[in-house]
């Protein structure tokens, strides 16, 4: 798998894409000063339904991918909760990034599995399918495809097209220096006590 320079967040992401890729601002993460970076590998959830999630498990995308989880806008039931959410991290999944809503947040923030959800709920998923995993989703208009790069952190989700990663790269790196350079400068500048 591919390793991130660790400079890079949502933000530096977002500049790169001129904020092209940015998820929904209702997706947020579920703990302060979370951040991953990794790999999408995307399913969609039935309504209320979280066979697909479960259909995972059973076979574990590659280490430090980025579980997304389309589907869910209107879910009243959650697309994962505590247990499921440590079967997860167990496999190596990096964090989870889902327009549903998740349940036993207290246990998953514990855990310091790094999630993005639309909010939260009591409410436990069915598990009829269908399951779809792999190919394609959307969430709130944008879409996701598996291999596309997830960037999320406290300020929110970025999704990179695969195609364009080390060109958004090379952008995020310039614009990180700029900032580097304006912040230097106005140290310099600060009036002093």
């Given at each position: ?32 000063n ?36 389309a ?18 991290q167990?496999g ?7 327009d ?88 310099m ?5």
């Open positions: 798998m591919e390793k991130f320079p660790e400079w890079l967040n949502a933000t530096l992401a977002s500049d790169a894409s001129e904020g092209e890729g940015v998820l929904p601002g209702n997706i947020l993460p579920l703990q302060a979370a951040l991953v970076v990794g790999p999408a590998y995307v399913l969609l959830m039935s309504q209320d339904d979280n066979l697909s999630v479960r259909k995972v498990l059973e076979n574990l995308p590659a280490p430090g991918t980025v579980l997304v989880v589907g869910g806008s209107s879910s009243r039931a959650a697309t994962v909760g505590g247990l499921m959410a440590l079967e997860i167990n190596g999944i990096a964090g989870l990034i889902t549903g809503l998740v349940r036993d947040s207290r246990e998953i923030r514990e855990l310091g599995f790094p999630v993005w959800c639309r909010g939260v709920t009591p409410i436990a998923p069915k598990k009829n399918g269908p399951a779809i995993v792999g190919g394609t989703v959307s969430i709130g208009g944008k879409v996701i495809r598996e291999g596309d790069l997830v960037i999320a952190d406290d300020d929110g989700v970025v999704i990179w097209p695969q195609e364009r990663i080390a060109d958004l790269l090379q952008k995020a790196e310039t614009r990180l220096k700029q900032d580097n350079e304006r912040l230097a400068r106005l140290h500048n600060k009036p002093s006590e």
